[in-house]
Nanobody, 120 residues
Framework: QMKLEESGGGSVQAGGSLRLSCVAS?????MAWFRQPPGKEREGVAV???????WYTDSVKDRFTISRDNVKNTIYLQMNNLKPDDTAMYYC?????????????????WGQGTQVTVSS
C-alpha cells in the first residue's frame, strides 16, 4: 500500500502564502491535491503528471501552483493570495489511473491531511 505524507499546513491571514509538500513512498504517474472545507465535500484542487502537465480547479487558478520532484517522489502546492474560503484540510492523493484520481478522487491512496486555516 502506497504511503503519502503531507506537511506545510498552518494558519495565515488573508493574502498570505503557504507551501504544502507531499512525499510518496513510491513513484506514481499522477499526483494531486484535494481539500475538504469544514462541513463541505472534498474537492480536487490541482493534479500533475510525471510529464509536468497540470490541471487546476477554477477557484485556485492564478493563485496556486502545483509542482513535483520525480526523484524525491514529492509534490508541492504553492498557495499565494490565500482567502478565507481556502480554509480546509488538504490531502495528497496519487494513482497511476487518471479516472481513479481526478476529479472525483476514487483512489485508495491518500495521505492523512494537513490543515490550512486562513483568517480574514
Amino acid at each position: 500500500q502506497m504511503k503519502l505524507e503531507e506537511s506545510g499546513g498552518g494558519s495565515v491571514q488573508a493574502g498570505g502564502s503557504l507551501r504544502l509538500s507531499c512525499v510518496a513512498s513510491e513513484y506514481t504517474y499522477y499526483m494531486a491535491w484535494f481539500r475538504q472545507p469544514p462541513g463541505k465535500e472534498r474537492e480536487g484542487v490541482a493534479v500533475i503528471d510525471s510529464g509536468d502537465r497540470k490541471w487546476y480547479t477554477d477557484s485556485v487558478k492564478d493563485r496556486f501552483t502545483i509542482s513535483r520532484d520525480n526523484v524525491k517522489n514529492t509534490i508541492y502546492l504553492q498557495m499565494n493570495n490565500l482567502k478565507p474560503d481556502d480554509t480546509a484540510m488538504y490531502y495528497c492523493a496519487a494513482d497511476r489511473t487518471w479516472s481513479l484520481l481526478w476529479p472525483a478522487g476514487r483512489t485508495n491512496n491518500w495521505g492523512q491531511g494537513t490543515q490550512v486555516t486562513v483568517s480574514s
